[in-house]
């Protein structure tokens, strides 16, 4: 097997933990929510519009996503969605308020749906023929993955820690996956 044949493996993996980081910070909230509620004495009106704003960005940036990639690269592409998503996520973790926190999910939300345009992409470069699907098989199965963990996990943590504590250990976990990604 020659480098590249191998290589590509690691280019999976690599995938596979961003789109897993993505889905860490979508449905990091839900879990939580009953935390940030009492802590920031929101309504379930503000509880809702919070859960969405990440999802919100992706309505509009979702096509210039795929333009920008063709454009200028994966690389530079995707070293902006990660510090996106790492800024926006510790936005998030530190927020006093709806207005900081409401922020925070719209920037994690322009690098992470961003992010999950292109990832796709980058498989179907390394990936040809008969192992394509086999990749994007395990490619998928990121996001069923990240939703049990943090449903799973996060609403534990946030009991025994503070509904913060997930949250900045996903910034964590964004940040090693981003020094993998370079």
Not at 5 to 27: C, H, K, N, P
């Amino acid at each position: 097997m020659e480098r590249g044949e191998s290589y590509r493996w690691v280019i999976l993996g690599i995938v596979y933990l961003s789109i897993l980081a993505f889905t860490l910070i979508f449905q990091s909230i839900p879990p939580i929510l009953p935390f940030v509620l009492s802590e920031l004495h929101l309504t379930y009106a503000q509880s809702g519009l919070l859960m969405s704003l990440f999802a919100l960005a992706g309505i509009f940036v979702s096509l210039l996503g795929g333009f920008l990639v063709d454009r200028y690269g994966m690389r530079p592409l995707g070293t902006g969605c990660f510090l996106l998503m790492i800024g926006g996520t510790l936005l998030v973790g530190w927020g006093v308020n709806l207005q900081i926190l409401g922020l925070g999910r719209i920037i994690a939300g322009i690098g992470g749906l961003t992010l999950s345009v292109f990832l796709p992409k980058l498989l179907s470069q390394w990936f040809k023929e008969k192992e394509l699907g086999l990749s994007m098989g395990i490619f998928n199965t990121g996001v069923p993955l990240g939703s049990v963990i943090c449903f799973g996990l996060f609403g534990k943590m946030g009991n025994l820690w503070g509904w913060r504590v997930p949250i900045l250990l996903t910034g964590i976990y964004l940040f090693i996956t981003f020094i993998l990604f370079l």
